[in-house]
């Protein structure tokens, strides 16, 4: 992993302590170019290779159903071992459990309200 730190239209993307972040920024409406976007950006950091993941969408405010199709889809999820959602709002845990019942992520999904929960529950699959 060389870059430590990526911007994108919608989201930070940082890969720190064997952890892939993906954090999006305040009040991001999410549309299928931009995870086409992110998916590049997290490649170029990975270099093929799976990691444990945490996309906090505490500041998302939309991701239309093409984006969120993409998103749950093995060119996003194939790079992830395990995925950790961060909210902490009743408009945020809508949209995570929706993305988690109808996209049905391929790989180990969970949301929590604390990161450090979110990272002991990944680290389970080290």
């Known amino acids: 992993m060389i870059k430590e730190q990526i911007e994108t239209t919608v989201c930070t993307i940082s ?3 064997e ?5 999006f920024k305040k009040d991001s409406i ?3 170019f931009h995870i086409n976007e992110i998916i590049e950006e997290r490649c170029a950091i990975q270099h093929e290779k799976k990691v444990l993941t945490i996309v906090d969408i505490r500041n998302l405010w939309q991701a239309n159903v093409a984006a969120r199709e993409k998103a749950a889809s093995p060119a996003m999820t194939d790079h992830n071992i395990a995925l950790a959602i961060l909210s902490d709002s ?3 845990r809508i949209l995570g459990n929706f993305y ?4 049905k ?10 990161e450090a929960e979110a990272l002991e529950w990944l680290n389970t699959f080290k």
């Open 105 to 114: 992520p391929n790989v180990p999904t969970k949301m929590f309200d604390s």
């Open 30 to 32: 999410v549309e299928l």
């Open 90 to 92: 009743l408009p945020t």
């Open 100 to 103: 988690m019942k109808f996209n």
């Open 15 to 17: 890969y720190k302590s």
């Open 19 to 23: 952890i892939m972040y993906i954090e």
